[in-house]
């Protein structure tokens, strides 16, 4: 049996076969999601080589955009990306313009 190794030291976030941290969480959900879906499909019905297309093409686009987000986001881009909904467009200040350019005198 193989092994695979999925740390590559202490103090170091999560990684295999080049996936870090939450994309591995993300394609290891969404692999669930899709074979819970084919089994839905399977127990529904559905033609059994429809079923295998769906899961096939779905399957490699999930596997595709997951280590495409890895590799052009990084290890923290998404939680980046995700904060930069919270920070302001822009400081709104109501001073006086004579105010913020006056120095303050020593006294």
Do not use: D
Request: glycine letters at 10%; a positive charge.
């Amino acid at each position: 049996m193989s092994e695979y190794q999925i740390n590559k030291g202490i103090g170091r976030s999560v990684e295999y076969k080049g996936l870090k941290a939450q994309y591995l969480f993300i394609f290891v959900g969404g692999l669930l999601a899709l074979f819970m879906v084919f089994v839905i499909m399977y127990v529904a019905g559905i033609s059994q080589w429809v079923c295998i297309g769906f899961g096939a093409t779905s399957a490699s686009a999930l596997v595709w955009l997951t280590f495409r987000l890895n590799a052009k986001y990084g290890q923290y881009g998404l939680m980046k990306l995700a904060a930069v909904r919270y920070h302001p467009r822009y400081i709104i200040n109501r001073l006086r313009l004579t105010r913020l350019i006056k120095h303050k005198q020593n006294k």
